[in-house]
């Protein structure tokens, strides 16, 4: 889970037919209900975090002594107040490592990908301003970075949700995974002709513009050609 610097309270879903009670480790970050039965919401409640550090908080739902007891974690980052001066700055220049946070851009569409979501969809950017190949970072844009990290041979690409994105090689998809495996690895390319080429086996991330198809995508090489370059625009603080 991921909340906004300025959010004070976040919502999910707990599944199943059983007795279960949920806590948190951190007393500022209160959960209702404390317990339930079968299927049910859980809401997080918290004050806005004025800090410019993000806060992870552990919500833990374990099932009762009826059943066998398990327990299940989920991660709450309440992101830390964006920077007056932060800014996203388009990488012109292919850097010897790509590891840091950015924004996944289309510059024609002007938007970026949404960081937020956790599976493929359709209409997945976000609107953004851009002025002189830079983005003002805000609260809203900080929840939908990529975080870009160094692993053998290439590169992991994580979303602000927790997921980790890659492509599959010769198909048109946006895969999600819950954690890094090898089969994920991204290799990052600038060229002048066709930006920033995050690929991996023959699909790279391009930007579908077709009206009602707007998308980021891993395309095929038979049908990349006809989706739009993305830039990376990275954050500096």
Request: without cysteine.
């Amino acid at each position: 889970l991921t909340a906004k610097a300025g959010d004070t309270s976040i919502s999910f879903d707990v599944k199943g037919n059983v007795k279960w009670t949920v806590s948190s480790d951190n007393a500022a970050y209160t959960v209702s209900p404390a317990s339930g039965e079968g299927e049910g919401t859980v809401t997080v409640s918290f004050a806005a975090n004025a800090a410019s550090s993000d806060v992870k908080v552990n919500i833990t739902v374990s099932t009762t002594a009826e059943v066998a007891t398990k327990s299940y974690t989920v991660v709450l980052t309440h992101m830390g107040k964006t920077s007056a001066t932060a800014k996203f700055v388009k990488v012109a220049t292919a850097p010897k490592d790509w590891s840091g946070t950015y924004l996944i851009v289309n510059e024609d569409a002007k938007v970026a990908l949404k960081g937020s979501l956790t599976a493929d969809a359709a209409s997945n950017g976000t609107a953004v301003t851009i002025s002189s190949d830079e983005i003002k970072a805000t609260d809203d844009l900080m929840a939908e970075v990529v975080t870009i990290a160094a692993v053998e041979g290439g590169y992991s690409v994580k979303t602000a949700s927790g997921k980790y994105i890659y492509g599959i090689a010769s198909k048109n998809a946006l895969n999600y995974a819950d954690s890094y495996k090898e089969a994920q690895l991204n290799t990052i390319a600038l060229d002048a002709a066709n930006g920033v080429l995050m690929t991996l086996g023959t699909s790279v991330l391009r930007y579908n513009a077709t009206s009602g198809q707007e998308r980021f995508r891993y395309y095929k090489p038979t049908s990349y050609a006809g989706q739009k370059a993305v830039q990376l625009y990275k954050l500096v603080e």
